[in-house]
């Protein structure tokens, strides 16, 4: 099972925008709607930001959003904050019974 | 609240075994599964596989088949991984993470470092 594809880096400056994408197959993004994503400060462990493709879990910010298209999965961060400068993971649940993640893009906010 | 707890940091030196624990509390051990996931140095995230706590029922990762063992003790809420065969690649911050009934990683423990060097 290969590794979803994330772009490395993006960036943006205070209250912008930015859409971080997470490209899969048919064997997982593009079959299921079990599209999650996780934000990782340095030395922490990584938290759950958007699951389902578009949903959040309480206490995330609504700046937070989620969609899929085929078999590509986005992430964006509405207004950015120097707080969320970190690094973004995509992960989907596979038809194989596994699961995959993205190999990650840092962010940072200029 | 829901906790993973991790143990303690190891070294080991290559053609060892390794055996992680992770211990839950705050909610019903039994009810959700658990993952393992991996990530080495300055890299990403790995996922290595996953245990049902209810049954011991396991799925491994293709790359981890053979080397790696899920297992759990339901009396005292405690999830371990236990990795075989130890090479100087496998040293990474090994992560629980429980499962979210959504096929996700809802809550994480802090990790254990496993350091493999001769």
């Known amino acids: 099972q290969s590794a979803l594809t994330q772009p490395p880096s993006v960036s943006g400056s205070p209250g912008q925008s930015v859409t971080i994408s997470c490209t899969g197959t048919?064997?997982?993004?593009?079959?299921?709607?079990?599209v999650s994503w996780y934000q990782q400060p340095p030395g922490t462990a990584p938290k759950l930001m958007i699951y389902?493709?578009?949903n959040r879990p309480s206490g995330v910010p609504d700046r937070f959003s989620g969609s899929k298209s085929g078999n590509t999965a986005s992430l964006t961060i509405s207004g950015l904050q120097a707080e969320d400068e970190a690094d973004y993971y995509c992960?989907?649940?596979?038809?194989?019974?596994?699961?995959?993640f993205g190999g990650g893009t840092k962010l940072t906010v200029l | 609240q829901v906790q993973l707890v991790h143990s303690g940091a190891e070294v080991k030196k290559p053609g060892a075994s390794v055996k992680v624990s992770c211990k839950a509390s705050?909610?019903?051990?039994?009810?959700?599964?658990i993952h393992w996931v991996r990530q080495a140095p300055g890299q990403g995230l790995e996922w290595m596989g996953r245990?049902?706590?209810?049954?011991?029922?396991?799925n491994y990762a293709q790359k981890f088949q053979g080397r790696v063992t899920l297992t759990r003790d339901t009396s005292i809420s405690t999830a371990y991984m236990e990795l075989s065969r130890l090479r100087s690649d496998d040293t990474a911050v090994y992560f629980c993470?429980?499962?979210?009934?959504?096929?996700?990683?809802?809550?994480w423990g802090q990790g254990t470092l496993v350091t493999v060097s001769s």
């Open positions: 993470a429980r499962d979210g009934h959504g096929y996700n990683f809802d809550y």
């Open positions: 705050g909610y019903t051990f039994t009810g959700y599964y």
């Open positions: 245990i049902t706590p209810n049954n011991g029922d396991t």
């Open positions: 048919s064997s997982d993004v593009g079959t299921y709607n079990r």
């Open positions: 389902e493709v578009s």
């Open positions: 992960s989907s649940y596979t038809i194989s019974s596994t699961w995959v």
